[in-house]
């Protein structure tokens, strides 16, 4: 097979995986959820026209010579309605929020006023019509569409579903995601430390990868190189909406894991990519039969105990023992086979696994940003395959400068812990010296600076 282009790749999966279903969940829990239908404004916003200031509601007209003596008819506070209207040479005391008062067209906050004896202001300066005045249905109109199927529930929007009174919302699906590390080198968390073996980080890592698009994965622990071990633990994993195999991909006569794939029924869309750090990369897709779909309804039901079992994995993981918890809903898997070098593994899964998950859960903007940057040294490339070299970003007055987090070998996880982002060296790049504009994918979508970034 070809070695395919990163973007070709990124089509592929990204033509195969849908949206997922839906479902109801209370607005509490509904943060970084993705809205599965439009929402309509129920009611006119603000109610009636209301003040936007702590002052006098007055005419407008009262007011072309200043300053204006007028006298007080009433206090208007928020949520009182007023009693009397405004007539010529009269105004309302009104605070922020309050309706405005029949007569009145305008208002005048405190700070343009001064109090008089008799309950008179003295209005200092002369206003237009409409001055600090809301308009009633100004901020939403009742039965207008105020949020779009898509929108990705932010805490401003968990604003306006509050004040539409949307305490149940329909989102789309979290897909579920198995996370399965393979190998004999491997040695789990609560395992001695033997300096002879690797410290399985990738379960890890993908795991706070995944945790980080707001999907809570089931690790299933590590199988070794064996057959039938994996066989086991891959049929367990493929029961789960995305199954993510880190390791054993590879050509070497131990990578099992897409042989066994195939053998469970899984078709390859692809298994080579021309990217640096990640080869090897496999994609491929179960199309489960009615048998299975049914027993992973079944399952489905069964999610609390689930949760409970993936707590107890977590509380009590004893080297490679493994949970045995079955999950899935849809008839369709999805299986990412990531490379086990670490760095690898976690650049395929910004590539390819984080577009397909945010895909499922029914975002309309898969990638992450990118920025422009300036190359703060010269980058030596080879022909051939794109390559995501881990940067940090410094801000001065020309824009971004991106610098390499250092030695970038694929098993060197702090070039990742270190990145601000992944500059992308294009795959025909003969080489980047100093000073060139580079595109950065920003690592984290709320990436925190020093300062404001403004000044006054
Ligand atoms: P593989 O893709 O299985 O050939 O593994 C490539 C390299 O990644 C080897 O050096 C492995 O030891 C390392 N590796 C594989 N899986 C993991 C893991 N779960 N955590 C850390 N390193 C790993
Ligand atoms: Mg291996």
New binding site residues.
Partial sequence: MEYLPVTNAQKSILDTVPTLGVETVKLEDSLARVLAEDVHANRDLPPYDVSAMDGYAVRSEDLVRVPAHLAIIEDIKAGDMPSKAVKAGQCARIMTGAPVPQGADAVIRVEDTLALPENKAQINRAVKPGNDIRLRGEGMRNGEVVLRVGTEITPGVTGVLATVKCAQVRVYRRPRVAIL???N??EGMDDPVDPDK??????Y?LMAQVQALGIEPDLLG?AR?DPAELEEYLQRGLRFDVLLV?????V?VH?YVRPILETLGVRMKFWRVAMKPGH?VAFGVLQRNHDVTSKAVEADEVQGARRAATQAYLENRQGSEHRATQQCAGSTAFVFGL????V??MVCFEEFVAPALRRMMGHARLFRRTIAARLTHDIKHQPGRTEFVRVTLAKDERGYAATSTGAQGS?MLLSMARADGLMVVPAESTGLVAGEQVTVQLLDGTVFQDDAGFKE
Avoid: F, Y
């Fill in positions: 590390s393979t190998g080198e491997l690797i410290p399985n980080s990738n379960s890592a590590i190189d880190s390791g054993g991909s590879s070497g990578d090897p490379p086990g070098n670490p690898s593994s098993g």
